[in-house]
Structures are given as C-alpha cells and as structure tokens.
C-alpha cells in the first residue's frame, strides 16, 4: 500500500522500513554514497545560481559558462550542470506586451469565448495576415526529396515583388478563405471581409477574430 502511494517499488519501501526499525531516527538520514567525493559545495551551487540570477558579466548580456565558472572557481561544465538542474537559460530571452486598453480582460473573454461556445446561428472566422511574402521564380524547377536525398533548390531567383496573404479559418469546419493582394492597405484587407461575406450563408452572423493586421484604418482585436 505504501509504495503504491508512493510510486515506488515494495523492496525500497522495506528497505527503509528495515533502516527505521533498526537505527530508528538516524536510520532515515543519507548514508555516504560510493564514488569520488564531491568537489562542488553548496555554497558555489548557490553562489551560480544568484549570480546568473541577479547580474551579468562585465560587459556582456549574460553569464557564460566559462566566465561564471572562472569566477566561482569550479568547471565549465559543473556550471552547465547546475544551470541544468534549477533549469536556468541565461542565454535566452523572451518578449512580451503589456496592453494599455481598459478593457482588455473583456475583449479577451469575448475573444476566447467565441472559440469553445459560439453564438447561436453564427460562424467564428480566426483571420490572420501574411505580409510580403516575396514571389520568387527560381530559375530552374524544384528538385523532389528522394531517399536519402532532401528536397533540392536552385541558389539563383527572379523578384516578381511581393504580396500580401489574409486568409480566415473557420473555427467550426477548419476550412480557410484566402485571398492575396497585390498592396498592403486597408481597402484590400475590407474587400477581403467583404469575400468572407460572400461566401458564408446569410442566415449566419459572421465573427471575426482578427490577428494582429497592420492595414491603416483598420482597428484591430475581434470584429463581428
């Protein structure tokens, strides 16, 4: 019963239950391990971890592993191994956003919303845009992959401009409506809505969750 609670195996849970009964309380603390000693204190553990935490190397963005290693006096890789234990990635950043708009938590709500429990008699439409794609006419036909073999392109193209993507997705269906444009405004992105609302039955409402398009004049967020 003990080690089904404890998702362990019977023979550890006897083996401990065999330490308590005979040293009691001292039975249960770590015993010395075979193997070479440690040669990395906690001290230096902790010592790595405030300062990849808390600061940078002098004149850099981050620690790495050799400047920090240099620093604590331990290894490269004893630093890498502690950065892997508390799963730090001082070389890694993420972005983020704060929104300024007071009624963010209720447009997020309509949004998600709409996903899981649409309206009745309605259709939900995630859209998104893809702006300058680059229309290149490789100067000679793709090559197929082959075994053993990728897919093969040729170095050298022809610019024919760029265009634009908007395509919606129904939420309900999974079928997309795409359209491309030649220019990046605003009237494209309505004619585009205007496609949507062609091809949707009139009995429905149309909803539009709309990504983050960059057309002039057009506000962006959820639309219906």
Known sequence: MVAARLGTERRTVARWRTRFLRDRLNGLAD?????????VTDAQVEEVVV??????????????????AEVVGISPASVLWIWQVFGLQPWRTDTFKISPDPFLIDEIRDVVGLCPTPPANAVVFAMEEKPQIQALERTTPVLPMLPGMPERRSFDYVRHGTV????????????????????????????????IDRQTDKSLA???????????????????
């Open 51 to 68: 300062r990849t935490l808390e600061g940078t190397q002098p004149g850099g963005t981050h620690w790495s592993k050799r400047e920090l």
């Open 206 to 224: 149309v909803h539009v969750i709309c990504g983050n398009c960059e057309d002039r004049d057009v506000p962006q967020g959820a639309g219906a």
């Open 31 to 39: 015993e010395p391990r075979p193997g070479v000693p440690r040669t």
């Open 164 to 195: 634009d993507l908007f395509a919606a997705l129904n939420t309900a269906t999974g079928k997309v409506i795409a359209k491309l444009s030649a220019q990046h405004r605003a009237v494209d992105f309505r004619d585009f809505l205007d496609g």
